[in-house]
């Protein structure tokens, strides 16, 4: 029997550490165990707001391919990109994989927005589908002109890691935050919501890439300089699976300020090791941390963030011990990496048979 075949189309390297490159990467590789033949295009250039380089390369990508081929495009390169897709919409079987629609990125202005949103109903027009994260991102497509006949929600799978013990005996509560530092993961409100709690002890991982939007970045850093935290807060950078697994086990709460998520594999993570949330309401967070494993809040409300931080690091540590047992039962319901690969497979012979 021939084996399935699939063309994958991403911006750059598989391998970056973002949440939405390592789905990518765990697809590729659970499909490959599947005995999928499956070919990964890097393309060169910028992205999501495409320079000439990165539109040659999508070009050239899809001018390689024979006729009728499956090509699954990452949505940070096809959103941007619609006439490519179009020019190939019919002689080839594309599907756009959207971890979430451009035009929801934070700070974008009203004509940015407009710009994103147009690009990206042209190119999903050209598509014989669309694969998202979550049931959230699913219905959201509706909007974006793809009907939910033509659209599937894989879940991301969690690895099973062992439940986190916190920090020693008598030393503060270690709060870990995971995310690029970029304007949609409210790395702002989140560092004002812990200046409302620096009466409390405490300390502050934050693990994420400081370039991807090196501006805002060093706006921030210059929060934390500003609000004298700099010795209770650290940026370190990105991480390897390895070392931010250190970082989960030591940790006593995760917290992700995030103003929108298509899923939110790191919180998704942080459940899976039985760590109490406090996150917010944006996109599919609901969808993904179960109301009694975590406290969730408005986006951009700093004071509701700020009581949520409180009555978690309090005197009284009850609340924070019932959210971290019911993390670990949910634990056990998460999906697992080879679960998705399947769905994953299936979802793709249903939308492009």
């Known amino acids: 029997m021939t084996p399935a075949e699939l063309h994958v189309v991403v911006p750059g390297p598989l391998d970056q550490l973002t949440g939405g490159y390592a789905y990518d990467a765990r697809m590729v590789a659970g499909l490959r165990d599947l005995g999928w033949r499956i070919h990964v295009h890097n393309l060169a250039g910028r992205f999501p707001e495409p320079d000439a380089s990165a539109r040659e390369a999508m070009?050239?990508?899809?001018?390689?391919?024979?006729?009728?081929?499956?090509?699954?495009?990452?949505?940070?390169?096809?959103g941007g990109l619609p006439e490519p897709i179009e020019a190939h919409g019919d002689r080839l079987r594309i599907l756009a994989l959207v971890h979430h629609p451009l035009a929801e990125e934070t700070?974008?202005?009203?004509?940015?927005?407009?710009?994103?949103?147009?690009?990206?109903?042209?190119?999903?027009?050209?598509?014989?589908?669309?694969?998202?994260?979550?049931?959230?991102?699913?219905?959201?497509?509706?909007?974006?002109?793809?009907?939910a006949s033509r659209v599937r929600a894989v879940l991301p799978g969690t690895e099973p890691a062992p439940f986190a013990e916190g920090p020693g005996s008598g030393e503060p509560p270690v709060l870990l935050c995971v995310a690029s530092v970029t304007p949609r993961k409210g790395h702002d409100v989140l560092l004002a919501a812990l200046e409302r709690v620096r009466?409390?002890?405490?300390?502050?991982?934050?693990?994420?890439?400081?370039?991807?939007?090196?501006?805002?970045?060093?706006?921030?850093?210059?929060?934390?300089?500003?609000?004298?935290?700099?010795?209770?807060?650290d940026f370190v950078g990105e991480l390897d699976a390895d070392g931010l697994g250190g970082l989960y086990h030591g940790a006593s709460l995760f917290v992700l300020a995030s103003h929108y998520e298509g899923y939110g594999m790191a919180l998704a993570e942080a459940l899976a090791r039985g760590l109490p949330v406090v996150s917010t309401t944006g996109g599919a967070i609901p969808l993904t941390v179960p109301a009694d494993a975590g406290i969730l809040v408005e986006p951009g409300d700093v004071a509701a963030f700020g009581d949520a931080l409180r009555s978690l690091l309090g005197p009284s540590v009850t609340t924070r011990a019932e959210l971290a047992a019911a993390a670990r039962r949910h634990a056990e319901e998460l999906p697992s990496w080879p679960d998705a690969a399947q769905a994953f497979a299936a979802a793709i012979n249903e939308l492009a048979p």
């Open 59 to 78: 070009s050239a990508v899809l001018d390689s391919l024979p006729e009728g081929s499956r090509v699954l495009i990452d949505g940070l390169a096809m």
């Open 107 to 147: 700070g974008l202005s009203e004509a940015e927005v407009r710009s994103f949103t147009d690009r990206e109903c042209r190119a999903l027009a050209s598509c014989v589908g669309a694969l998202v994260s979550s049931d959230f991102s699913a219905r959201g497509l509706e909007a974006y002109g793809v009907p």
């Open 199 to 233: 009466d409390l002890p405490w300390n502050c991982l934050f693990v994420g890439s400081l370039d991807r939007d090196r501006e805002h970045a060093d706006s921030v850093l210059r929060q934390v300089d500003a609000a004298g935290l700099v010795d209770r807060i």
